[in-house]
């Protein structure tokens, strides 16, 4: 489903939020000020704010999901930064990202309890997920705080020949670094086409979060992509499955 309306003119892009997703705008006008003020190069400027729309600087390169490989020293090297730019002081000022992973395990405990069978495998996968979840308390073990961008597509990521800069900061807001990378990693946009996997530096106590929180993500994408459509290949909806059910163990 679209939620925004994209507009390039010139040097800038006009980026117009049309899905009634309540403060998106201003999460995406927050963490541009923000990178631009603590970490200026990685993310466009903020030139414009209005209801609903958000005027930036237009910053070039390619979606990392475009490349033939992902150039992973300077992506890890972009979202450091990212998840470093913010002072705490600032930080704990910043509200939560969109989606919390509490939220997000709410959300699926409730899809699951609405859950039509498909096949085997897949309501297998529902149903060993939602027991886990069920008994699932994220806590606050292994939370390093960090801004993050709430959102581990890789086609928000952009490589111009030299760095990786990124975009789309609509569900942006303060995370932890566990979490984002989590999310990052199982993304569809990452492992669709192939696999693709970055290593991140994480303690061991954010290393256990990470893996629980990889859980809940792949979980997530079973049911985001239960009605398969034309975007992704055929075959996606099951690999997704069996990606939850390897993360299940």
Not at 65 to 85: I, M, N, S, T, Y
Not at 154 to 177: K, M, P, Q
Not at 183 to 211: I, K, N, P, T
Not at 216 to 243: H, I, Q, S, Y
Request: net charge negative.
């Amino acid at each position: 489903m679209q939620t925004h309306d994209v507009r390039i003119d010139g040097d800038l892009v006009r980026k117009r939020f049309i899905d009634g997703k309540h403060g998106g705008a201003e999460r995406e006008w927050r963490a541009l000020k923000l990178l631009t003020e603590h970490a200026p190069g990685l993310a466009p400027s903020p030139v414009e704010y209005g209801i609903d729309l958000v005027v930036m600087s237009r910053i070039e390169g390619t979606p990392l999901f475009q490349l033939p490989a992902v150039p992973e020293k300077e992506l890890v090297e972009a979202v450091d930064r990212l998840h470093g730019a913010v002072p705490r002081q600032v930080l704990d000022r910043v509200p939560q990202r969109l989606w919390p992973v509490e939220r997000i395990r709410d959300q699926l405990l409730a899809w699951a309890e609405r859950w039509q069978p498909k096949n085997e495998l897949a309501d297998q996968a529902v149903r060993e997920g939602a027991r886990w979840l069920s008994g699932w308390e994220p806590g606050e073990r292994g939370v390093r705080p960090v801004f993050g961008a709430g959102d581990g597509n890789t086609a928000n990521f952009l490589w111009d020949g030299v760095r990786v800069r990124i975009v789309d900061f609509e569900e942006s807001g303060r995370s932890d670094r566990a979490t984002e990378v989590a999310e990052m990693a199982e993304h569809v946009s990452c492992w669709v086409h192939g696999e693709s996997e970055v290593c991140f530096e994480l303690d061991s106590a954010e290393e256990r979060r990470s893996l629980e929180c990889r859980r809940l993500f792949a979980l997530m994408w079973v049911f985001l992509l239960k009605d398969e459509g034309p975007r992704n290949p055929p075959g996606t909806f099951m690999r997704a499955v069996g990606r939850a059910l390897d993360r299940l163990g």
